[in-house]
Each structure stands twice: as C-alpha cells, then as structure tokens.
C-alpha cells in the first residue's frame, strides 16, 4: 500500500547548522509530495511541494526534490535557525482515492 | 488571511459522554477533514467530506461520527468517548475540484481532549 516513512526525532542542531530530514515513501504511479511544518501550538501549515519526478520545492530556505529513483523526498536548509523549531511531516497524495498519507513527523529543536 | 476556526482548544471530559467538536472555515472549501494526531503515530484521517451532507469514513472511524449541514462547519462526533480516544484533534478543509485535491490543506489549531 501507500505510505510515507521519516526520520525519527527529535532532532537536536546548532544554529546555522545544516539540516536534513530524510523520507521515503511507498506508491503505485506517481504521487504528488509535501513537507508540512507545525510550529509550537499550533496547527500544520505546507510548507513546500513537489508534483512530478526531479522537481523541486522550496521555501523559507528549505528545499526538497522529489526523487524517483530512491523514493525520496528528503528536507534540507543551509542554515536553521531558532525559528525552524518545529515538527515536521513529510506527505503524499495520491490523487486515484484524493486522500493524504502523513508520516509520523520529526520534531526539531534549534539550540541557540 | 485564509482562516479554519476548532471552537475548542482543551477539553477535559468523561467516560461515556458525548463531545462534539466544531470546525468552521471561512474559505468557501468544498472538502472539510478531520485528524487524530497522536505522538510516533503522525496524522490519521478519522473522516473527511466533498459537500454539504456527505461524508466518508477516513482510516481510523470507529467511534466517531461527523456532521456537514453547513458548507462551512463539520463537526466531529464521540458519542460515548473512552480513554483511547484522548488526542489532539486537527480540521482541515481544501480546495477540490472534481474530486481530485491540490493536496494543500488548510489546518485549525487543534482541539486537545482528555477523556478521564
């Protein structure tokens, strides 16, 4: 079946240190994919996406490329900030049912 | 600013009561959803609905029941809650055209429920 699988957090960095956050999915034809971000108390908010195979999406320096080939859509930014603290879901749809499959989110933490 | 609205951000309940949890959205979106978000577990679809009046079981339904008399409003139903069904609870609504989604949702803040 479908589904969507991250890295385990939380995860702890440095300010401006360089952040990846892996994931990986599972889908018959070709999925559109996404990276949410919930900051403290409150709800999800997208954060990028990508439709179709060697895209990229990217925002508030983050950036992800959907990768066919490995089944990846990994999260990366240069340099975090204290702000980027967050939980982090990586998503799939699948448009033959319209349904999104999350992933269990990674938690971020951001020292000063 | 594009706007979903739980009419609760904490509730405590007991065993056996009935809980409605209310969501409203202010974009005019065909599709309203409802989520269980519980740690390690990520988000689960509980229901989701296109219209006004119709509604689809999501991947986790037993329990709960929803309502959508109102293009804007979906409530979520516990008829009877138990201790299993204490989580955060996140509404969402899209834009969908056809019965296809652009995968972007739209999420409330969360209603967290403690069932004792």
């Known amino acids: 079946g479908n589904s969507v699988t991250q890295m385990e957090g939380p995860v702890t960095l440095s300010e401006e240190a360089f952040l990846t956050i892996n994931c990986t999915y599972t889908?018959?034809?070709?999925?559109?994919l996404f990276w949410y971000v919930q900051y403290p108390g409150e709800g999800l908010q997208l954060l990028l996406k990508?439709?179709?195979?060697?895209d990229k999406g990217s925002n508030k320096g983050f950036e992800a490329t959907y990768r066919k080939e490995t089944t990846s859509f990994h999260l990366e930014k240069g340099s975090v900030q204290v702000s980027d603290s967050a939980v982090y879901f990586c998503?799939?749809?699948?448009?033959?049912?319209?349904?999104?499959?999350f992933g269990s989110g990674t938690r971020l933490s951001i020292r000063p | 600013d594009v706007k979903v609205t739980q009419s609760s951000r904490y509730l405590v309940k007991r065993t056996g009561e009935k809980v409605f949890l209310e969501c409203v959205q202010d974009?005019?979106?065909?599709?309203m959803f409802w989520y269980r978000q519980d740690p390690g577990l990520g988000l689960r679809l509980i229901y989701f609905?296109?219209?006004?009046?119709?509604?689809e079981k999501g991947d986790i339904p037993e329990g709960y029941s929803v309502s959508r008399e109102k293009k804007e409003r979906f409530s979520l139903i516990l008829e009877s809650a138990s201790t299993n069904q204490t989580s955060m609870y996140l509404c969402?609504?899209?834009?969908?055209?056809?019965?296809?989604?652009?995968?972007?949702?739209?999420f409330g803040e969360g209603s967290r429920l403690t069932v004792l």
């Open positions: 969402a609504s899209s834009l969908l055209g056809g019965g296809e989604s652009t995968g972007e949702l739209f």
């Open positions: 889908a018959t034809g070709y999925p559109s």
């Open positions: 990508a439709t179709k195979a060697d």
């Open positions: 998503a799939l749809l699948y448009s033959s049912a319209s349904k999104i499959i």
């Open positions: 974009m005019d979106h065909e599709n």
């Open positions: 609905s296109y219209d006004v009046k119709m509604k």
